[in-house]
């Protein structure tokens, strides 16, 4: 049985920093290309950075926090990050770790139809 499962969520103020981590277990960790999206009240759930299979391929990143997260995995402990610095207010959400459902990020890598597996989500609150 695939879970997965988000900590590090929190509140933190504007210009703040949050690392984001996400274990996967019951899967080929190796084989999968990872990604994280969020889901802000009222708003479409959104992608954020997902990352290819290999702990040093290719990573991707909606403009909105190119330059301010960066996304990183560790193969070996079947763990996927996210940090987040320079943090915004509209940087608030839940944020999901999802698996995907191949080894590199399918175009579009930000559609969560490319995705198999889901945790339940972290809350991130960014106050102003």
């Known amino acids: 049985q695939v879970q997965v499962v988000e900590s590090g969520g929190g509140l933190v103020q504007a210009g703040g920093s949050l690392r984001l981590s996400c274990t996967a277990t019951g899967l080929r960790f190796d084989m999968h290309a990872m990604a994280w999206f969020r889901q802000a009240p009222g708003k479409e759930r959104e992608g954020v950075s997902c990352?290819?299979?290999?702990?040093?391929?290719?990573?991707y990143y909606v403009d909105s926090v190119n330059g301010r997260f960066t996304v990183s995995r560790d193969n070996a402990k079947s763990t996927l990050y996210l940090q987040m610095d320079s943090l915004k207010p509209e940087d608030t959400a839940v944020y999901y770790c999802?698996?995907?459902?191949?080894?590199?990020?399918?175009?579009?890598?930000?559609?969560?139809?490319?995705?198999?597996?889901w945790g339940q989500g972290t809350q991130v609150t960014v106050s102003s």
């Open positions: 999802a698996a995907g459902r191949s080894a590199i990020c399918d175009v579009p890598w930000y559609s969560p139809s490319r995705f198999a597996y």
């Open positions: 990352i290819r299979a290999s702990s040093s391929g290719s990573k």
